[in-house]
């Protein structure tokens, strides 16, 4: 979103180099302009205002605050976010912040990155300075963004920075980055008390068979759960790792990296367990014949992100799809998020993000009418709805995104926002979507799909948050 990748004292991050290597990126496009929210938060603000939002989920550069991920930090980069976290109290805005959304200082991934040990202390004294600077005026504290495509995607496929394919590295940095998490916990309670409301946001994956009555394909199943899914969550809500997640790498690890009493840093206590869901996932056993299909949704690579499952394939999946690829299956967040409450039943639950890329279109009338993506919030956020009533502990839903923005490897290509961004004059305009979730967050009713209000962009919305009624107009009380 920032763009400014050069301004305020910022220093290079790992998806600065990456998106300047020819060939990384879709058209080469670059965040170095993105959305220029650096220079034009206020009016972002604006619009949150607008929407009505209670809450707003944003992420801090480590590079804009501390260059180099170690030494002196940048006085004027904190004072951007320090303005910033005020400008949403003024509006009556929660702000969440996520330390880290996979820009690592490039400095530090020249010293190894998430494969090298001091990466993650790195990261806790990172996150207890942001923690003195912000302090109480933080709702919740986010860890980690999705350390499954950091390590995995970065280190594993490299398709995502800093572009590495090696399975031992990519395991290294699972590891490190469930260190860095209970590093960084303990660090900004440290700082502020141990009432400080901490989280951390997991792309966990739903995996089905795609034969039930087979053991192969069922056993496909429990591998990629292993490390999609318990890499995580063994270490930061149960101080272990799978069993079964280090007899199937052993043939690419001895995990030696894992020093004696770092399972204990990396169980902290969570108020919140943030989830992101977009898809679900099919996979079934590779029996060697021909080409191993690898429809993960996660990029085109000659390498694996699976590291230790060549004998597991990933099949194609009954549309519809997103423009990302994605099949839209609202039934597999209700099955997320209660199968996690029935794991953890103790530990409640955010969904942080969810969201649809469509190729959307200004039409002659000036709107950007996105039916689709109504469509796909409006089956998702009922999902939740499921969800609660089957017993899980939701406390809130952030859709993704407010507005497009530099989607990674996809580059400008895929748009997720509610708002519409013209990357060439910087404008924004509010999509159907945004009209449709201004109605939810302001009546605390789900909405129909066709329920788009026509009041012009920029009035303003009563505030609440994105809680969920039935259709029927009754009042919402479940998240």
Known sequence: MEGAATEGGRGPSIWDTYSHTPGRTLNGDTGDVADDHYHRWAEDVQHIADLGLDAYRFSISWPRVQPGGSGEFNAEGIAFYSRLVDALLEVGVKPVVTLYHWDLPQELEDEGGWTNRATAFAFAEYARRMARELGERVDVWTTLNEPWCSAYLGYGSGVHAPG??????????????????????????????ESTRLSVTLNLHVIRPEDRGSDSDVDAVRRIDALANRAFLGP???????????????????WAFVEDGDLEITRQPLDVLGINYYSTTKVRHFAGDGERAQNDGHGASAAS????????EFVTQPGPYTAMGWNIEPAGMTELLTSVAASYPDQPLMVTENGAAFHDEVSPDGRVHDPLRVGYLHGHIDAVGAAIDAGADV????????????????????????????????????????????????????????????????????????????????????L
Request: net charge negative; hydrophobic share 40%.
């Open 395 to 478: 406390r809130g839903y952030f859709a993704w995104s407010l507005l497009d923005n530099f989607e990674w490897g996809y580059g400008y290509d895929r748009r997720f926002g509610i708002i519409r961004v013209d990357y060439e004059t910087q404008e924004r305009t509010w999509k159907d979507s945004a009209r449709w979730y201004r109605r939810l967050v302001s009546s605390n009713v789900l909405p129909a799909v066709d329920d788009v209000d026509d009041v012009e962009d920029g009035d303003h919305g009563a505030a609440g948050s994105a809680e969920q009624g039935a259709d029927d107009g009754t009042p919402a009380e479940r």
């Open 305 to 312: 992100p699976w590291v230790g499952a060549d004998d597991v």
């Open 164 to 193: 590495r394919t090696d399975g031992e590295a990519a395991l290294a940095a699972v590891h490190h980055l469930n260190l860095a998490h209970g590093l960084a916990c303990r660090a900004i309670r440290d700082e502020l008390g």
């Open 236 to 254: 930061m809500l149960d101080g272990a790792y799978p069993e079964d997640l280090l007899a199937d790498t052993a043939a690419v690890t001895d």
